[in-house]
């Protein structure tokens, strides 16, 4: 059978039940018409235990964590979405150097055939998807018979396709690229962490809480960055499945001062907006901003 359907007034009924102080019961009415009850309890996991909310818990200081968790989604895609921009031209302008606008045709150009065979599927698949709307399609179709140079091709890629077609490059040019833009980093730690940020980028598009969220995906480590961890007392198996390890990674990744000085900035006026929310729930030591 499973559970059974309950009305708003039962489910605000619910949670005074279980000690949640609820003052407004309007306000109330009007969170739980736009927010289901289901998706808000994960916002509570951490202020009950079995299901009775620890003292003096208000409906309000859940709402906190519910709109600081939105504007945090949307700060961290302003981040992604640079990484995403960055990476897709870092694999046009090199591939395309080396082996010509046309060069990601041919399978000689990446390590595996299996994984090049996706890759190219996934790109006529959007080439399809996007042919109404997008007017450089329609040019391409029309004036080069529907042959894309790389770097048009890339402006179509999702961020899985390109993180997916990054690790397929030959090792030489992930050097290559490594070595120009980011200097000390080895080019397996990016296609792990490009790999990472898909997940993080889906999670923020798609919506997905945040808070208290442990991310299947650890991202890799240098021992160095290990060290700095555990003096921060963050625990290398659990913290590092959390959001802030990942702003950690993507801080090596962003060499434009004024994108990494404008996340922190959106980032300190949410925490300032929403006094309630404890940061060690996304894995943030104390000493963060060092």
């Not at 509570?44 to 519910?66: A, D, G, P, Q, S």
């Not at 091709?153 to 690790?167: A, I, N, Q, T």
């Not at 499945?241 to 090596?252: A, E, G, M, R």
Request: with cysteine.
């Amino acid at each position: 059978m499973g559970k059974p359907f309950k009305s708003i007034e039962e489910q605000i009924n619910i949670l005074e039940e279980r000690g949640m102080i609820i003052n407004d019961k309007d306000y109330a009415y009007r969170v739980l018409s736009h927010v289901n009850y289901y998706r808000l309890s994960g916002y509570t996991l951490t202020l009950r235990k079995n299901n009775v909310f620890y003292n003096n818990v208000k409906l309000e200081e859940v709402m906190e964590i519910y709109n600081f968790d939105a504007e945090l989604r949307v700060t961290l895609l302003y981040l992604l979405e640079y990484i995403e921009v960055k990476f897709r031209t870092h694999f046009s302008y090199f591939h395309s150097k080396k082996y010509g606008p046309l060069g990601y045709l041919e399978k000689e150009n990446f390590v595996d055939k299996v994984r090049y065979q996706k890759f190219t599927d996934n790109v006529k698949q959007l080439i399809k998807e996007n042919e109404k709307n997008e007017v450089f399609i329609k040019h391409h179709n029309e004036k080069y018979r529907g042959e894309f140079p790389c770097w048009a091709m890339v402006e179509l890629m999702s961020f899985g396709c390109l993180s997916r077609g990054f690790k397929n490059l030959h090792t030489d040019l992930k050097e290559e690229i490594c070595k120009e833009h980011y200097e000390i980093i080895p080019h397996n730690y990016i296609d792990n962490w490009l790999q990472g940020f898909v997940i993080l980028r889906n999670i923020c598009a798609h919506r997905g809480r945040l808070y208290n969220r442990y991310i299947t995906f650890a991202p890799k480590l240098s021992n160095k960055d290990k060290n700095i961890f555990r003096k921060n007392n963050l625990q290398l198996n659990k913290n590092t499945k959390q959001v802030f390890t990942y702003i950690y990674i993507i801080n090596k990744l962003v060499d434009d001062n004024s994108i990494w000085e404008n996340f922190i900035d959106k980032l300190e006026t949410i925490i300032k907006k929403y006094p309630f929310v404890n940061l060690k729930h996304y894995g943030f030591p104390e000493k963060w901003r060092e």
